[in-house]
């Protein structure tokens, strides 16, 4: 977590497929994202990872920097509890 641009950093977190993605966007990128972890087993198993996730949304990141897709802003706690919901 970047603290003063309030920025996380989240790996393989909203990973998207594809090439053309713009740099950054407010838009929807947990149904993409689900939809391309829907064909490949990438995720951890683990029984806590709602835990972890809402571990992450407490930083209240503005921007989520992910590795495969876009960069995303807006409210990143709701997006990565939304996130820890679907991994149930």
């Given amino acids: 977590m970047e603290e003063t641009t309030r920025t996380l950093l989240c790996g393989d977190l909203f990973t998207q497929g594809g090439a053309s993605h713009p740099a950054l966007t407010k838009g929807d990128i947990l149904?993409?994202?689900?939809?391309f972890r829907a064909h490949m087993d990438?995720?951890?198993h683990t029984k806590n990872a709602s835990g972890m996730l809402?571990?992450?949304?407490?930083t209240e990141p503005e921007t989520l920097a992910c590795m495969h897709g876009p960069a995303?802003?807006?409210n990143g706690a709701r997006l990565l509890r939304a996130l820890g919901e679907r991994l149930g």
Avoid at 31 to 35: D, G, M, R, V
Avoid at 54 to 58: F, V
């Fill in 54 to 58: 809402e571990r992450l949304a407490a």
């Fill in 31 to 35: 149904e993409p994202s689900e939809s």
């Fill in 72 to 74: 995303w802003h807006g």
């Fill in 42 to 44: 990438y995720y951890s």
